[in-house]
């Protein structure tokens, strides 16, 4: 424990002070303080909150949950905010290689220094005031103190717990959107969807205007129901997909259609900061009624405007780390973090999609599974239904505790493996993944081959070590 102690500077602002612990310290502390805390409430929070001034209060925060597409949805939402001129913060959970990578403003990820002095005011603050806070609270806290700081506009949160305990649940957001949510959002769990909808939607207060872009009625219609009961504002659900480039449009177009929604009513309902300009892919323009006049229309053909339609052919739809196609790599790399079945569902399409437009010589998986998020029967069925449609290779490799906070119990290998065989299918197993990546890429073409790495984060991890990557 570290002796922390404060005083009072004449504004009357609580300074605290203590041992300033390096970068590589604060990241042993935070290594080691990842909790499986029993107490469900959110009192720890609000205490760490309380004693570094309330930044939960000083955020205009944007709160995404759901099954899958969380940081897909708030990586599209940044790029499109920013393009209408805001100063965007970003938090993604949990992490590939370093703690940083979750702080981001306008895509810039938070550098060592200014990342190392927000944790020790976090983390001396809490030992001054008692507060035994988890690894999660902390980072939580730091986000929301450094987008204050740095004065951002609107703030994208993405809640890691899927029930009303989630460390931004402290906030009032201005905007809560869910992707979706399906069965195996808790496995094993015998919750309602209905209760874990009612859970994740406890932050919702009187201002807050929620979004789904989940496609079950009855989900939909729970969330109706919760958002009317806290006197929130619901948004009409998404329908669409946003016109991404193949074959994302098809993979994540309904992820980058609810990020326009969540842009749309945050320039409507909150915008005070940014102008309304010609180049404005969202504003509505106000005081050009009726028909154009002709010189309207003569600028507007020497001077077109790009389109929403444009701008989200132009961007692209990868998540840097978690969802990336490295195709300069020889052969080709995938790397998918899905850890659930509807995750993995949506990969599979999409390999069949990409082999659609550029036909692979030569596929190869790599899975190393958490035994406790992917049901290996569905897993099984997945498979046998792919392999009816495409020829690969698959390779299982054992997943080790590498990522602080992600706790994945790995599956028997051998077992997962005999089981594949059964069904006809290619499969081998590995010792570890530098065994597992030696053997995909001897069974694929150079050129036009594909090695996919997915089932756990920290599979993702291991490629980017196997790659000598101390950061990305």
Same mark, same amino acid.
Not at 62 to 68: A, M
Not at 217 to 244: C, F, S, V, Y
Not at 377 to 402: D, G, V
């Given at each position: 424990m570290v002796n922390a102690t404060r005083k009072t500077v004449s504004?009357? #602002?609580? =300074?605290?002070?203590? =041992?300033?612990?390096?970068?590589?310290?604060?990241?042993?502390?935070?290594?080691?303080? *990842?909790?499986?805390?029993?107490?469900? /409430?959110?009192?720890?929070?609000?205490?760490l909150d309380r004693a570094l001034n309330n930044p939960s209060k000083d955020v205009n925060a944007v709160l995404v949950g759901g099954t899958n597409g969380k940081g897909l949805t708030i990586n599209f939402a940044s790029i499109l905010l920013k393009e209408?001129?805001?100063?965007?913060?970003?938090? !993604?959970?949990?992490? @590939?290689?370093?703690y940083n990578e979750q702080f981001a403003i306008d895509n810039e990820i938070i550098s060592n220094k200014a990342f190392t002095e927000l944790a020790n005011e976090v983390i001396n603050t809490a030992e001054v005031h008692a507060i035994k806070a988890t690894t999660l609270e902390i980072l939580s806290v730091m986000a929301?103190?450094?987008?204050?700081?740095? #004065?951002?506009?609107?703030? $994208?949160?993405?809640?890691?717990?899927?029930?009303?305990?989630?460390? %931004?649940?402290?906030?009032?957001?201005?905007?809560?959107? @869910?992707?979706?949510?399906?069965d195996d959002m808790i496995p094993g769990s015998t919750t309602p969807l209905e209760t874990i909808i009612k859970d994740m939607l406890q932050s919702i207060k009187t201002e807050t205007h929620v979004v789904s872009a989940d496609q079950s009625k009855t989900n939909l219609q729970a969330m109706l129901d919760e958002t009317k009961k806290h006197g929130g504002t619901w948004a009409m659900p998404i329908?669409? $997909?946003?016109?991404?480039?193949?074959p994302f449009e098809q993979l994540h177009g309904r992820c980058a259609a609810l990020a326009e929604r969540i842009c749309q009513i945050y320039v409507d309902e909150f915008s005070q900061t940014a102008a309304v300009t010609d180049a404005s892919l969202l504003a509505k323009q106000k005081g050009q009624r009726g028909r154009p006049t002709l010189e309207a229309k003569r600028q507007a053909e020497l001077n077109p405007k790009k389109t929403l339609d444009q701008f *989200?052919?132009? &961007?692209?739809?990868?998540?840097?780390?978690? %969802?990336?196609?490295?195709?300069?790599?020889?052969?080709?790399?995938? $790397?998918?973090?899905?850890?659930? @079945?509807?995750?993995?569902k949506n990969l599979l399409l999409g390999i069949r999609l990409m082999h !659609?437009?550029?036909? $692979?010589?030569?596929?190869? %998986?790599?899975f190393g599974c958490d035994k406790n998020l992917i049901n290996a029967e569905k897993f099984l069925r997945e498979l046998r239904y792919f392999s009816k449609k495409m020829s690969a290779h698959i390779i299982f490799c054992p997943i080790s505790q590498s990522i602080p906070g992600v706790f994945e119990e790995s599956w028997n290998v051998d077992q997962?493996? &005999? /089981?594949?065989?059964?069904? #006809?299918?290619?499969a081998k197993s590995a010792k570890n993944f530098n065994e597992a990546f030696e053997m995909a890429k001897q069974l694929v073409d150079e050129r036009h081959g594909l090695v996919v790495i997915s089932g756990s984060q920290t599979l993702i991890a291991e490629y980017w070590r196997h790659k000598g990557m101390k950061k990305l």
């Amino acid at each position: 424990m570290v002796n922390a102690t404060r005083k009072t500077v004449s504004q009357g #602002k609580e =300074i605290v002070t203590g =041992i300033q612990r390096n970068y590589n310290e604060i990241v042993e502390y935070l290594d080691s303080h *990842w909790s499986t805390r029993t107490e469900k /409430d959110l009192s720890v929070m609000q205490a760490l909150d309380r004693a570094l001034n309330n930044p939960s209060k000083d955020v205009n925060a944007v709160l995404v949950g759901g099954t899958n597409g969380k940081g897909l949805t708030i990586n599209f939402a940044s790029i499109l905010l920013k393009e209408e001129g805001f100063r965007v913060g970003t938090f !993604y959970s949990p992490h @590939i290689l370093t703690y940083n990578e979750q702080f981001a403003i306008d895509n810039e990820i938070i550098s060592n220094k200014a990342f190392t002095e927000l944790a020790n005011e976090v983390i001396n603050t809490a030992e001054v005031h008692a507060i035994k806070a988890t690894t999660l609270e902390i980072l939580s806290v730091m986000a929301l103190m450094y987008f204050r700081d740095q #004065k951002v506009d609107v703030a $994208l949160l993405e809640m890691r717990k899927r029930n009303a305990f989630d460390p %931004f649940a402290i906030c009032s957001p201005k905007i809560v959107a @869910i992707t979706r949510i399906t069965d195996d959002m808790i496995p094993g769990s015998t919750t309602p969807l209905e209760t874990i909808i009612k859970d994740m939607l406890q932050s919702i207060k009187t201002e807050t205007h929620v979004v789904s872009a989940d496609q079950s009625k009855t989900n939909l219609q729970a969330m109706l129901d919760e958002t009317k009961k806290h006197g929130g504002t619901w948004a009409m659900p998404i329908r669409k $997909l946003a016109p991404l480039a193949y074959p994302f449009e098809q993979l994540h177009g309904r992820c980058a259609a609810l990020a326009e929604r969540i842009c749309q009513i945050y320039v409507d309902e909150f915008s005070q900061t940014a102008a309304v300009t010609d180049a404005s892919l969202l504003a509505k323009q106000k005081g050009q009624r009726g028909r154009p006049t002709l010189e309207a229309k003569r600028q507007a053909e020497l001077n077109p405007k790009k389109t929403l339609d444009q701008f *989200w052919k132009e &961007n692209s739809a990868q998540l840097p780390a978690h %969802f990336e196609l490295l195709d300069k790599e020889k052969p080709s790399i995938l $790397l998918d973090n899905a850890r659930n @079945i509807d995750a993995i569902k949506n990969l599979l399409l999409g390999i069949r999609l990409m082999h !659609y437009q550029r036909p $692979l010589k030569g596929l190869a %998986f790599i899975f190393g599974c958490d035994k406790n998020l992917i049901n290996a029967e569905k897993f099984l069925r997945e498979l046998r239904y792919f392999s009816k449609k495409m020829s690969a290779h698959i390779i299982f490799c054992p997943i080790s505790q590498s990522i602080p906070g992600v706790f994945e119990e790995s599956w028997n290998v051998d077992q997962i493996t &005999n /089981d594949v065989k059964s069904l #006809k299918i290619k499969a081998k197993s590995a010792k570890n993944f530098n065994e597992a990546f030696e053997m995909a890429k001897q069974l694929v073409d150079e050129r036009h081959g594909l090695v996919v790495i997915s089932g756990s984060q920290t599979l993702i991890a291991e490629y980017w070590r196997h790659k000598g990557m101390k950061k990305l």
